[in-house]
């Protein structure tokens, strides 16, 4: 992949500047609304469940504020942060990988190397059109996408409330894939990465979990963060794959050990 690290060392002094205010002991969060608990609706994951979430809209965090919630298994989208409640099923688990102790895969060094002529550009969390093209491509491929319209789009990628940055990949001049990322203090976290179907078979999903742990390593984080897993769902087994990994134990609120 050309230039990442150049790239990447350029692009330092943004994440730095994107901190509201480095001094722990200052509040900088702002809640909007909540938390609480919204109603229950169908699971997108398995019909025959409920699902319910915790939420709040809040912006303004720093990156210290922003591990604590990572630490204790929100996520986010915009300035909406959400948990899973759900009252008899804790199937979604956050994953996280340790970066100083992944290991890649003999499947992941090929894919890496496949794509490795693939050049990658950094810049803060605006509005691209052609991204958002990309992500209507990408949208595609599931039922029910949320966030094809611009304006939701807008408020799910484009409307920081945290540190963080989008990476675009490109072959020669070509849009293939995007990331959206999120900085805290101690970790990356992926909140969504986007890939053009007619690069499937380059397994660019997988190429760009690598390429994020390696931000991650050379801006000296300790945890990447994948969302949440689903054990029992085939769409997440590939997150199952990087390794080892953590699991966050919604009972004793402890990261434990994966595989």
């Given at each position: 992949m050309k230039l990442w690290k150049q790239t990447f060392k350029n692009r330092l002094s943004y994440t730095e500047?994107?901190?509201v205010n480095p001094d722990d002991s200052e509040v900088n969060l702002v809640i909007i609304h909540g938390p609480e608990l919204?109603?229950?609706?169908?699971?997108?994951?398995?019909?025959?469940?409920?699902?319910?979430?915790?939420?709040?809209?809040a912006h303004s965090l720093s990156e210290a504020e922003?591990?604590?919630?990572?630490?204790?298994?929100?996520?986010?989208?915009?300035v909406y942060?959400?948990?899973?409640?759900?009252?008899?099923?804790?199937?979604?688990?956050?994953?996280?990988?340790p970066v100083d102790t992944f290991k890649q895969s003999k499947s992941q060094r090929r894919i890496f190397r496949h794509n490795s002529h693939l050049t990658m550009k950094l810049g803060p969390l605006e509005f691209h059109e052609s991204v958002y093209q990309l992500y209507l491509k990408h949208s595609k491929r599931f039922?029910?996408?949320?966030?094809?319209?611009r304006e939701t789009f807008v408020n799910a990628f484009c409307q920081p409330s945290v540190p963080g940055f989008l990476t675009c990949f490109y072959e020669e001049e070509s849009l293939?894939?995007?990331?959206?990322?999120?900085?805290?203090?101690?970790?990356?976290?992926?909140?969504?990465?986007?890939f053009d179907p007619q690069f499937e078979k380059q397994s660019l999903g997988t190429f760009g979990a690598i390429s994020e742990l390696q931000m991650a390593q050379f801006l000296g984080k300790e945890f990447y963060y994948l969302g949440y897993w689903i054990e029992q769902h085939p769409s997440?087994?590939?997150?199952?794959?990087?390794?080892?990994?953590?699991?966050?134990?919604?009972?004793?609120?402890?990261?434990?050990a994966g595989l």
């Open positions: 500047n994107r901190r919204e109603d229950s609706r169908d699971c997108s994951y398995f019909p025959e469940k409920n699902s319910r979430f915790e939420f709040m809209f922003f591990d604590d919630l990572l630490e204790t298994g929100w996520r986010k989208f915009g942060f959400f948990r899973p409640r759900c009252p008899s099923c804790k199937m979604c688990v956050p994953i996280r990988i039922p029910d996408s949320p966030y094809t319209t293939v894939a995007a990331g959206f990322l999120d900085v805290s203090e101690r970790a990356l976290s992926s909140v969504y990465f986007i997440m087994n590939y997150k199952a794959r990087f390794r080892p990994y953590q699991l966050f134990d919604w009972e004793t609120k402890q990261w434990k």
